[in-house]
């Protein structure tokens, strides 16, 4: 089945610093969607971008989809400590029934 | 207001022994799954239901058995547990297959 793979694996950046990951799929998706888990917590939705859009924002995070490369990533600007977290991207199975969750991208800012 | 509820947080039994674990959402949503996450973060999706049907059955033990009562809960029973079993399960609901899905606080189970 399709899935998503986060690029890098970790991250470590200073405070106020910007956060880059990204995100590559293998077939042709409707939407793909990033999400964020703190330690021992479950997810938490970020951002959903259609495959219609290429630039998606929501307060520091921007999010760009680039279809014909299938690949997405996710940017995190003046990043805090509290944005230290695992950051997964989702997009369909390729049957549509379900999203696929990659294996995350750890990002750790530290102040 | 929790949106996703799993009970219990935390699991520790034994192997061989049969456990539950239960999942309640309030969002009014149609559809819900299960998802297991190993301990490199991996999250895969173990089950998926939609308005008290099953849609999507991975590659899962049939150790493991889904009941969805109604469709704001779907609970989680495993047989028989093994060492392999131990891991962090999700629970999660969304209104419709492919759109934002909102995640319970996890339970992490342990087998010894």
């Known amino acids: 089945s399709q899935q998503g793979e986060e690029d890098p694996q970790a991250l470590s950046i200073q405070e106020g610093e910007n956060a880059t990951m990204n995100c590559s799929y293998k077939t042709s998706i409707n939407n793909l969607q990033w999400y964020r888990q703190n330690s021992g917590r479950g997810l938490v939705h970020l951002i959903l971008?259609?495959?219609?859009?290429r630039e998606k924002h929501s307060g520091r995070l921007r999010v760009t989809l680039d279809t014909s490369k299938k690949s997405s990533s996710l940017l995190i600007t003046a990043s805090r400590a509290a944005d230290t977290a695992s950051y997964f991207c989702a997009t369909e199975a390729q049957a549509g029934t379900a999203l696929i969750f990659g294996k995350g991208t750890t990002l750790s800012v530290s102040s | 207001d929790t949106a996703v509820s799993q009970t219990p947080k935390y699991l520790v039994t034994q192997m061989g022994n049969d456990k539950s674990i239960k999942c309640e959402q309030n969002?009014?949503?149609?559809?819900m799954y299960w998802y297991k996450q190993d301990s490199k973060k991996f999250l895969k999706i173990m089950f998926s239901?939609?308005?008290?049907?099953?849609?999507i059955n991975e590659t899962v033990p049939n150790r493991f058995s889904p009941k969805s009562p109604d469709k704001a809960h779907l609970n989680l029973h495993i047989n028989s547990l093994e060492l392999g079993d131990s891991a962090v399960y999700f629970c999660?609901?969304?209104?419709?297959?492919?759109?934002?899905?909102?995640f319970g606080p996890g339970t992490r189970l342990t087998v010894l």
């Open positions: 971008i259609r495959s219609n859009e």
């Open positions: 969002l009014g949503h149609d559809t």
């Open positions: 239901y939609n308005n008290k049907e099953l849609i």
């Open positions: 999660a609901s969304s209104q419709g297959a492919l759109q934002t899905q909102y």
